[in-house]
């Protein structure tokens, strides 16, 4: 069974070909760089043994795209990753974010018609739901008004996506993950942020070890019970393997509509001070942290409600949210 990952040497695109990999797949991955870098190929093959297949290409260029899938064929699903997913930057560049986000989709999907290949696990988020009105938020919970450009080509792809399964062969999964953090046990891949980190987890790892002089807490008037916002965070190689089982129902023909959507996320929401005493308490240190005001653009509170996953694809979140800190610590030892 053949997988193409686009995206598949990026953060979570790694970690699925791992659990790919692992499960027996024959991998595919196409990744131009833009935001990962090409030692995690090897790290990848160090961890399973294996080396993919590897194509370095731009998505959004149709030539590139058609010439790949005409000298590629045998794929029975692919997995996309690829996308720009930097929030601020999408507010200043949204053209750039339309277009790469936008595009590379089309052109697959074209491609995916061309050549009969049926299944599609796309890579969705929880931002589609803004701030949720009733938690743990269901995927049935209106989509709100996307906060940034690149939220909005989540909320895009995933119409584009269910439109052309409605006009043709297609079957997708829309995935939609809350918060991704955590690495690979190894500490051979994880998150490589480029510059100052966005995310609350790798700017954590990256204070405790120097790097950063201090983590801004964002907000402590928010309606919780310590005032800092609430997230659904997940460990990645829990989400990584949500992805394995999505392309498995597709491919095996046990999907039960032509479009489905499942929340990836534990249930559980931490505040940014519960994941920080998280951090404290593992690594057994002080973190220098600081509460500034709250960053524009944030909601305050959002967990999944993950029924449908655990009943439908039989998947889980396994690991707690020691886990996620430890997993991101030990990575960023293994960096320097
Ligand atoms: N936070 C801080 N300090 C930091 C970074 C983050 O206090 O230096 C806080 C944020 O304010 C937020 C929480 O930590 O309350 C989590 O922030 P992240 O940036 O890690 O994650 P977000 O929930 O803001 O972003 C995630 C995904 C995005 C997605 C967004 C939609 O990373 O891709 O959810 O809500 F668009």
């Given at each position: 069974?053949?997988?193409?990952?686009?995206?598949?040497?990026?953060?979570?695109?790694?970690h699925?070909?791992?659990?790919?990999?692992?499960?027996?797949?024959?991998?595919?991955?196409?990744?131009?760089?833009?935001?990962?870098?090409?030692?995690?190929?090897?790290?990848?093959?160090?961890?399973?043994?294996?080396?993919?297949?590897?194509?370095?290409?731009?998505l959004?260029?149709?030539?590139?795209?058609?010439?790949f899938f005409?000298?590629n064929?045998?794929?029975?699903?692919?997995?996309h990753?690829?996308a720009?997913?930097?929030?601020?930057?999408?507010?200043?560049?949204?053209?750039?974010?339309?277009?790469?986000?936008?595009?590379?989709?089309?052109?697959?999907?074209?491609?995916?018609?061309?050549?009969?290949?049926?299944?599609?696990?796309?890579?969705?988020?929880?931002?589609?739901?803004?701030?949720?009105?009733?938690?743990?938020?269901t995927?049935?919970?209106?989509?709100?008004?996307a906060?940034?450009?690149?939220?909005n080509?989540?909320?895009?792809?995933?119409?584009?996506?269910?439109?052309?399964?409605?006009?043709s062969?297609?079957?997708?999964?829309?995935?939609?993950y809350?918060?991704?953090?955590?690495?690979?046990?190894?500490?051979?891949?994880?998150?490589l942020?480029?510059?100052?980190?966005?995310?609350?987890?790798?700017?954590?790892?990256?204070?405790?070890?120097?790097?950063?002089?201090?983590?801004?807490?964002?907000?402590?008037?928010?309606?919780?019970?310590?005032?800092?916002?609430?997230?659904?965070?997940?460990?990645?190689?829990?989400?990584?393997?949500a992805?394995?089982?999505?392309?498995?129902?597709?491919?095996?023909?046990?999907?039960?509509?032509?479009?489905?959507?499942?929340?990836?996320?534990?249930?559980?929401?931490?505040?940014?001070?519960?994941?920080?005493?998280?951090?404290?308490?593992?690594?057994?240190?002080?973190?220098?942290?600081?509460i500034?005001?709250?960053?524009?653009?944030?909601?305050?509170k959002?967990?999944?409600?993950t029924?449908?996953a655990?009943?439908e694809?039989?998947?889980?979140?396994?690991?707690?949210?020691?886990?996620?800190?430890?997993?991101?610590?030990?990575?960023?030892?293994?960096?320097?």
């Amino acid at each position: 069974m053949k997988i193409l990952v686009t995206g598949g040497l990026g953060y979570i695109g790694s970690h699925t070909v791992v659990e790919l990999q692992s499960a027996g797949f024959n991998v595919v991955i196409i990744d131009n760089l833009s935001n990962s870098k090409i030692e995690v190929l090897d790290k990848i093959t160090q961890i399973t043994g294996i080396k993919p297949g590897y194509f370095n290409f731009d998505l959004s260029n149709k030539t590139a795209c058609e010439e790949f899938f005409s000298n590629n064929n045998n794929i029975d699903g692919i997995i996309h990753f690829a996308a720009y997913k930097a929030v601020g930057e999408s507010v200043n560049k949204p053209l750039m974010y339309y277009r790469n986000n936008l595009e590379s989709l089309m052109n697959i999907m074209d491609n995916m018609n061309i050549h009969n290949i049926a299944n599609l696990v796309f890579s969705s988020s929880c931002t589609v739901y803004g701030q949720p009105d009733v938690l743990p938020v269901t995927e049935q919970a209106p989509r709100k008004q996307a906060e940034s450009p690149y939220g909005n080509t989540k909320k895009m792809a995933e119409d584009i996506i269910q439109d052309t399964v409605y006009s043709s062969d297609l079957k997708a999964i829309a995935l939609r993950y809350f918060n991704p953090v955590g690495a690979h046990p190894t500490a051979l891949i994880g998150e490589l942020p480029l510059g100052v980190p966005n995310n609350l987890m790798p700017f954590i790892t990256q204070t405790a070890a120097g790097i950063r002089e201090q983590l801004s807490v964002f907000g402590e008037d928010y309606d919780t019970a310590d005032g800092t916002a609430i997230r659904d965070y997940i460990h990645v190689v829990d989400l990584a393997k949500a992805h394995i089982i999505a392309v498995k129902r597709l491919v095996e023909k046990n999907n039960k509509l032509d479009y489905e959507i499942f929340n990836i996320g534990t249930g559980n929401g931490y505040s940014v001070l519960e994941v920080v005493k998280s951090f404290e308490r593992v690594t057994n240190t002080k973190l220098n942290y600081k509460i500034v005001g709250r960053r524009e653009g944030d909601i305050e509170k959002v967990w999944a409600n993950t029924d449908f996953a655990n009943n439908e694809l039989g998947w889980k979140a396994e690991k707690d949210i020691d886990e996620m800190t430890a997993s991101a610590w030990k990575f960023q030892l293994a960096l320097k």
